[in-house]
């Protein structure tokens, strides 16, 4: 990644009652705003956190976003029964930063439902406030994302699908412009909840082969692809895929062998630093689509680019469902699921393919082009509107 500087923030809270830590990160503000989403998992670090929410800088800046980023994590397994508290302790203490201008939404081990329970219990509104409370009209603006919210696409909610749905726009696009046929293309996607389990749909849908799943508990596989609506269904609101549910021809393997399985295209959809320069030259697939953040190291992707393996970074691959909150609260879209698929649709592919041609013009790798022109966004955006709030209403910005 590009250059570094100093966030503009770093919290480390400890709760009171169990000891254990939560962190909350601003990279930088734009206009006022920073967003980016909250994370629950065992062993999260303020350096994790503190990668993720310049990862969101990078995001916004990908998408034309009028925000910078930030991010939050609570240092708990989501499955420990001291988990919803706990969040809910940590939003509390969080709340000056809300209030300063930080929006979030659901990430790793936390599900959008839960996090709106929390911050209605609290009585901080939605977890976009921040961003409402700029819009111009909060009312309108608020009911607008609750309407988005409640819609669900056979079964999934909009706003957990709509990440996933942009990763395989993100393959094909990166497929298109390759010239490589994403129909048949075999893929193994590590993580299967909402970013893993969408990605999984609609790459299916674009006539991918789905070879091989991984959640949390191991990995799935099967050669002649699996049954994704099947496995969707049997999911927990965690992500994991209930065994009973496998076909007679899917076999069971370890977390870790999801790299020796036979693909063209890896996703990874589940936590950081999963590829590694331990690990790189295992990968036997031609492209990686990033649904995870951060889920690739600097020297991983290194060793990648070298072997001519096209990675397609994070912020752009799974940046569908961030600008969708966006475009969402700024009135850019209705509350629409035609609407919000054909908008990230159009504006993936177009980011996707600007992304491939600044990389092969000048020589660099896809990452490389990225960051270049993220940055470029932001720091036009950031001299435009400012990094504090000037009072004025958030305006769309064109994408
Ligand atoms: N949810 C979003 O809107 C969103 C948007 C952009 C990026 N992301 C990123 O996508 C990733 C996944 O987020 P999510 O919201 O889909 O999480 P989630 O909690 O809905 O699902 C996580 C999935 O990963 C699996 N998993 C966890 N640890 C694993 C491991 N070690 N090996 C294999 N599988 C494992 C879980 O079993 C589950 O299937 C994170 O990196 C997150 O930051 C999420």
């Known amino acids: 990644m590009a250059t570094r500087s100093e966030p503009r923030l770093r919290v480390i809270w400890t709760d009171p009652v169990t000891g254990r830590r939560g962190y909350a990160v601003i990279d930088r503000m734009v206009n006022g705003l920073a967003g980016g989403g909250t994370r629950m998992r065992s062993g999260v670090t303020l350096d994790e956190v503190e990668r993720l929410a310049r990862t969101m800088s990078y995001k916004n800046g990908a998408f034309n976003l009028p925000g910078g980023g930030a991010k939050g994590g609570v240092d708990i397994d989501p499955h420990d029964p001291e988990a919803r508290a706990l969040l809910s302790r940590y939003v509390r203490a969080m709340t000056p930063l809300y209030r300063a201008g930080w929006g979030t939404a659901e990430d790793l081990g936390v599900t959008q439902e839960l996090l709106n329970e929390v911050f209605a219990e609290h009585g901080l509104g939605l977890t976009v406030q921040a961003m409402l409370d700029r819009s111009g009209d909060a009312a309108a603006a608020g009911a607008r994302v609750t309407r988005a919210l409640a819609i669900k696409v056979e079964g999934i909610g909009l706003a957990d699908c709509i990440g996933g749905y942009g990763v395989a726009e993100a393959a094909a696009a990166c497929a298109q412009y390759k010239g490589w046929d994403l129909n048949g293309m075999r893929a193994v996607i590590q993580g299967f909840g909402s ?27 099967n050669p002649d692809g699996l ?12 992500g994991e895929i209930d065994r009973a549910a496998l076909g007679p021809n899917d076999r069971q393997g370890p977390r870790e062998s999801w790299l020796d399985i036979d693909a063209d295209m890896l996703v990874p959809a589940a936590v950081g630093d999963v590829l590694t320069g331990a690990n790189a030259d295992r990968v036997r697939a031609r492209m990686v689509v990033e649904a995870a953040n951060i889920p690739t190291t ?12 096209v990675v397609i970074p994070d912020y752009v691959a799974n940046g569908g469902a961030n600008a969708w909150w966006w475009w969402t609260l700024l009135g850019v879209i209705e509350a629409d699921a035609a609407q919000s698929f054909q908008m990230v649709s159009q504006v993936m ?14 020589g660099i790798s896809p990452r490389q082009a990225a960051d270049e022109l993220s940055m470029h966004n932001l720091d036009e955006l950031a001299a435009r509107l400012g990094e504090e709030a000037s009072g004025a209403s958030l305006e769309p910005v064109t994408t």
């Open 349 to 362: 592919r177009d980011t996707v393919k600007g992304m491939l041609e600044r990389a092969d013009r000048q």
């Open 227 to 238: 049954d994704v609506e099947r496995l969707l269904a049997s999911r927990s609101s965690f």
């Open 298 to 309: 600097d020297e991983a992707q290194e060793r990648l680019v070298e072997r001519g393996v």
């Open 195 to 221: 970013m893993g389990g969408s990605s999984a749909r609609y790459l299916a849908r674009l006539g991918s082969k789905i070879v091989g799943v991984a959640d949390v508990n191991g990995t799935i596989t």
